[in-house]
């Protein structure tokens, strides 16, 4: 017995507790609805702004109800197909995608006023005006984001892989932020998998990762349970607003999903299914030594915060 590692690992505990732990969500989850709420009020405010039905981009965004939960096996799936690139969490602890969405939300009925944009005024006119605020058009911050991820995901799909179709796989991620997608990519399709939260947080629970976000308490039931709740919740909700499709992974493993529909969903010809017999440990349940146990009072725990969703899924 490595009696330094156990102190060490004693001592990152009693630290993280009374250092980094947060039960309440981290900003780009906690007001995650504000970016709904603006899209409508850009729709709104902006109508010309439609849907282009002839947009030849058609991503594939995989989102799963958080850590553990199937995402990275449907990832998998997809990129077995070999027809696009499903990138895999990028700069996840960044919240990069969270918060790029999240500069929408000041956008509301009223604010940016219309007169920051002088749309058609010439560069004599303006050089007289009050200009503090000049903005582009809104239609120009619309390219502007979704040329972000071209550059970020699709480029790189096809300078390595040859590929031109794309997408990515998250756990942190909403249904606000599905929405926010979807603005952008209006063709994109969406794959939403679940798993019991207990089975979830236990093959979670133990593990080392060491993160500022979401800042939670890294083996909190109640964290996980809340987070397993409010992206679930959100997924069911909002699946088919956003093209979705709703995988429960134990339907997933046991056959009951078929890689047919998964490959009909998002639109590639094949999906290998030998994909779905082949385990592939994360590197990080080998320095769990024993320490994912589900205790009596995280089951109680998960079962408060989860028990009416999880009866609604059949689990209980």
């Not at 007001?31 to 282009?52: C, F, G, H, M, T």
């Not at 339907?251 to 094949?270: F, M, N, P, Y």
């Not at 205790?295 to 725990?301: C, E, F, G, S």
Request: glycine share 6%; net charge positive.
């Amino acid at each position: 017995m490595d009696i330094s590692a156990i102190a060490r690992n004693i001592t990152e505990d009693i630290a993280e507790f009374f250092h980094g732990r947060r039960l309440s969500f981290p900003p780009e989850l906690k007001y995650a609805p504000d970016v709904s709420r603006a899209l409508i009020d850009i729709r709104e405010r902006w109508p010309q702004l439609k849907a282009n039905a002839n947009d030849q981009e058609i991503p594939v965004f995989v989102f799963s109800a958080g850590w553990r939960s199937g995402s990275t096996l449907v990832q998998r799936l997809i990129l077995s197909s070999r027809e696009l690139v499903v990138w895999g969490e990028p700069l996840g602890d960044a919240a990069f995608i969270g918060r790029l969405a999240y500069s929408l939300s000041y956008v509301s009925d009223k604010w940016p006023p219309q007169k920051f944009f002088m749309t058609g005024s010439s560069l004599g006119e303006l050089a007289s005006r009050w200009i503090a605020n000049l903005t582009p058009e809104i239609n120009f911050l619309r390219s502007a984001h979704r040329c972000l991820f071209l550059e970020w995901f699709k480029k790189p799909a096809k300078q390595r892989f040859g590929l031109e179709r794309w997408g990515l796989k998250e756990v942190r991620l909403t249904i606000h932020h599905a929405r926010y997608l979807k603005w952008l990519f209006p063709n994109a399709r969406f794959v939403f998998v679940y798993r019991h939260p207990l089975d979830a947080f236990r093959s979670w629970k133990g593990n080392k990762w060491r993160s500022k976000w979401p800042g939670y308490y890294p083996r909190s039931a109640m964290a996980f349970g809340r987070h397993w709740r409010f992206l679930l919740e959100g997924f069911i909700e909002g699946t088919e607003e956003v093209d979705g499709l709703l995988i429960k992974f134990e339907d997933l493993v046991t056959g009951k999903v078929r890689v047919k529909e998964i490959a009909d969903h998002v639109r590639v010809s094949r999906i290998d299914p030998n994909v779905l017999s082949k385990k592939i440990a994360s590197p990080a349940r080998k320095t769990r030594a024993g320490r994912s146990r589900i205790t009596p009072i995280d089951r109680a725990i998960i079962h408060i915060l989860c028990g009416a969703l999880m009866r609604r899924l059949g689990y209980i």
